[in-house]
């Protein structure tokens, strides 16, 4: 009579074999003494890891792994607001570095330059002192309420909702 | 504060088994426990990336599985736990009845055998008879199809099942 493979064995001690292999089983069990200590072995080894236990970690796995979060947020929070700090420090360098520089050059400059004065381009003018002034305002003004919501209601309203909930 | 609270219960819920799947890899407790905590910090920093379609089980045992096997890889020099050790077992249960002893003496024999396999071979046993993953599950994490995974968890067994006999004619041969 033909042995069972391993892989059809396995199925049958996974509850997954098809009628036809249970039955051979069946068959080869009553007949063959070799097959069934064969199998007797296989089984014996299921049945041993289905018993093994689930490990347990530390009993501080849990405090020590919220405290590391905590600690992990923390220094992601301190270096985002580091990059605030790194970008205003750069740019009042760069502030203070022109104003040196036109300050420098302002005062050593002996040549006059003179500039030449457009009286028909009074559209350039109404639109520099006017339009641009109001659109600059405008834009600014978009800005401030788009951080504004970001950064106080939205916080708030999150804050909120998830103390009602 | 709420946040604290939610990680709490995720971590309570799902360390034993992600300890287990490391241990199992690693047979280190300190290792393991180590590689446990970075896979929960490596999912609460990436959980706003999370699918929420996927299942959260398969995402996180995949991460724990591929650093336990990274560390594995890392750890030239195998380390033995010394709860495991033989030493050990014998001052652990010096008090237990003959049917005890013979139950953790095949515990320890098939720990022992689970120690001499590959790390992938371990794996492949440990997530199959964790009973929480179904086959495609084991699949997804181990990023193989589903029957290559079914064939991998065979064949392991079988390699199990020859350790176990090599380590228990050893046993037979030291007590001639």
């Keep these: 009579m033909k042995m069972l493979t391993d892989e059809q064995i396995f199925d049958i001690l996974d509850g997954c074999a098809t009628k036809e292999i249970l039955s051979h089983h069946r068959n080869l069990l009553s007949v063959s003494a070799e097959y069934k ?6 089984e014996a080894i299921n049945l041993d890891l289905l018993a093994l236990p689930i490990e347990k970690p530390s009993i501080q796995f849990t405090e020590n792994l919220l405290v590391n979060i905590a600690y992990a947020q923390v220094k992601k929070k301190s270096w985002s607001s580091q990059l605030t700090w790194i970008f205003l420090t750069i740019m009042s360098v760069f502030f203070v570095g022109t104003i040196s520089l036109a300050l420098f050059y302002f005062s050593n400059s002996n040549s006059a330059i003179e500039i030449p004065k457009v009286n028909n381009l009074n559209v350039i003018n109404t639109f520099s002192t006017e ?20 950064k106080v209601l939205k916080p708030f309203f999150l804050n909120k909702k998830m103390r009602l909930s | ?25 690693l047979n280190n407790r300190e290792d393991a426990e180590e590689v446990a905590q970075d896979a929960f910090m490596q999912v609460f920093g990436a959980l706003s990336s999370f699918n929420a379609d996927s299942k959260f089980t398969t995402w996180f045992y995949r ?4 650093a336990a096997l990274m560390q594995k890889r890392k750890n030239k020099v195998e380390s033995v736990d010394i709860q495991n050790s033989s030493e050990a077992f014998l001052v652990m249960h010096s008090s237990d009845s003959a049917e005890d ?20 071979d371990t794996a492949m046993i440990t997530l199959f008879y ?14 193989i199809s589903a029957e290559t995974a079914k064939v991998k968890i065979h064949r392991a067994r079988k390699r199990l099942a020859d350790e176990m006999k090599k380590l228990l004619k050893d046993e037979v041969k030291s007590l001639l």
């Design chain 1, 131 to 150: 339009i641009l002034v109001k659109v600059l305002i405008l834009v600014n003004l978009i800005v401030l309420l788009a951080i504004f919501d970001k």
């Design chain 2, 63 to 66: 991460i724990v599985f591929n």
């Design chain 1, 37 to 42: 200590t064969y199998f007797e072995d296989l």
């Design chain 2, 1 to 25: 504060m709420g946040d604290k609270s939610a990680y709490k219960e995720l971590i309570n819920r799902h360390k034993d088994y992600a300890f287990t799947v490391a241990y199992r890899i």
């Design chain 2, 101 to 120: 002893l013979q139950k953790n003496e095949r515990k320890m024999a098939i720990q022992k055998a689970l120690r001499n396999l590959s790390a992938d």
């Design chain 2, 130 to 143: 964790l009973k929480e993953l179904s086959l495609e599950e084991i699949a997804e994490i181990t990023k």
